[in-house]
Each structure stands twice: as structure tokens, then as C-alpha cells.
T-cell receptor, first 114, second 113 residues
């Protein structure tokens, strides 16, 4: 019953450092996505993917890269961390082909950039 | 573009009170509508959904009806419990927008004994 697994749960970075947030799902979902959650701003879509080898930008993609080499994994890379990237990051997945499929979320990664 | 507007919070209620959290949406297509709930320290999880006009989604005593004429999907519960304290998000999935989901800002509910 793993579902969507995110690692790490917490991370502190210094400005300019790089890191990768990991996301893996075991439900064979084609669609995977990354959101950031900030107080009073709900969830904002960073990047998403509708299948292996396919990625696209969401609402707030700047400063983040993604790749999708397998169906299961969808890592999010911060190339040069900035304090504005302090946030809680959620990975979510769902099946495609039916628009009423709900998203399945991981438990989040809380990132602090100093 | 798509958007979801939720009733601003936080909302504080006494146990057994009636709950309404308002949600209205704008979409270019004919979206599916969802309510998600987030408990402290966890990710969001689906509470209920509705996929077409006049559909009623329900789960754990919560209900919401898809109203196309008013573009609304208000969440209701007749008698809240302390365990319902959480953040509630209204969301839509637009089939004309690559199935991407758009979320409201969330409403924090606190239920006091």
C-alpha cells in the first residue's frame, strides 16, 4: 500500500545549492505532477508529465527541472536554490483517459532555503 | 484560464454544528469537481467528487452538489466532529486542459469540543 512516496520529508538548503526531490508511485499511473503549497496560495502546479519521456510546465516552473525516464519515478530538481523556493512540495499522480480520476498525493517535502 | 475560489477561512465551529464551505469555479471545458482534505503533516486525500451537473458526491457525512448554473460545488456536513478539523481544498480537473487540476486556496476548519 505504498502509493506515492516522497523523499526526503525535510530538507534545509543554503542559497545556491542544488538538490533533487524524489517521487515514486507504485500504482502504474501515467500522470504525475509536482505542486508547491504556500500559505494563503493553495497548491500551484510546477511541472507535470502524462507519461514516460513526456513533461510539461505548469503555473510556476521557473527554477525547477523534471524528467520522466520511467512510469514510476518523477524527480524534481532545484538547480540553484533561492529563499523564494522555501515551501512544502507535493508529488501527485493519477490515471489518464478519465477526467474524473482523483489525484493521489505523497506526504510532502518541507524545504527551507536560507 | 481555469480558477477555483473558496470561502476564506479559517472557520471555527463547535462540535455538532452545521458546516458549509463555499466553492465556485471557472473553467473553459466541462470539468470534474473534487473536494480534498489535508490533515496536519499529511498530503491531500480525496474526500468526494462529482463529474457532471446535478451529481452529488458524498463521503463520511460530507456532501457537495455540482451546480452548473451557478458554477458552484459547496461542501456541507450536518454535524461536525473534532476529528473533522483539517484543511479542505476544492479543485477541478479540466479535460480540455490536459486533465490538469486547479485548486482553491484551502479553508482551515477547527472544530472545538
Amino acid at each position: 500500500n505504498a502509493g506515492v512516496t516522497q523523499t526526503p520529508k525535510f530538507q534545509v538548503l543554503k542559497t545556491g545549492q542544488s538538490m533533487t526531490l524524489q517521487c515514486a508511485q507504485d500504482m502504474n499511473h501515467e500522470y504525475m505532477s509536482w505542486y508547491r503549497q504556500d500559505p494563503g496560495m493553495g497548491l500551484r502546479l510546477i511541472h507535470y508529465s502524462v507519461g514516460a519521456g513526456i513533461t510539461d510546465q505548469g503555473e510556476v516552473p521557473n527554477g525547477y527541472n523534471v524528467s520522466r525516464s520511467t512510469t514510476e519515478d518523477f524527480p524534481l530538481r532545484l538547480l540553484s536554490a533561492a529563499p523564494s523556493q522555501t515551501s512544502v512540495y507535493f508529488c501527485a499522480s493519477k490515471t489518464v483517459g478519465t477526467e474524473n480520476s482523483p489525484l493521489h498525493f505523497g506526504n510532502g517535502t518541507r524545504l527551507t532555503v536560507t | 484560464g481555469d480558477s477555483v475560489t473558496q470561502m476564506e477561512g479559517p472557520v471555527t465551529l463547535s462540535e455538532e454544528a452545521f458546516l458549509t464551505i463555499n466553492c465556485t469555479y471557472t473553467a473553459t471545458g466541462y470539468p470534474s469537481l473534487f473536494w480534498y482534505v489535508q490533515y496536519p503533516g499529511e498530503g491531500l486525500q480525496l474526500l468526494l467528487k462529482a463529474t457532471k451537473a446535478d451529481d452529488k458526491g458524498s463521503n463520511k457525512g460530507f456532501e457537495a452538489t455540482y451546480r452548473k448554473e451557478t458554477t458552484s460545488f459547496h461542501l456541507e456536513k450536518g454535524s461536525v466532529q473534532v476529528s473533522d478539523s483539517a484543511v479542505y481544498f476544492c479543485a477541478l480537473s479540466d479535460p480540455t486542459n490536459a486533465g490538469k487540476s486547479t485548486f482553491g486556496d484551502g479553508t482551515t476548519l477547527t472544530v472545538k469540543p
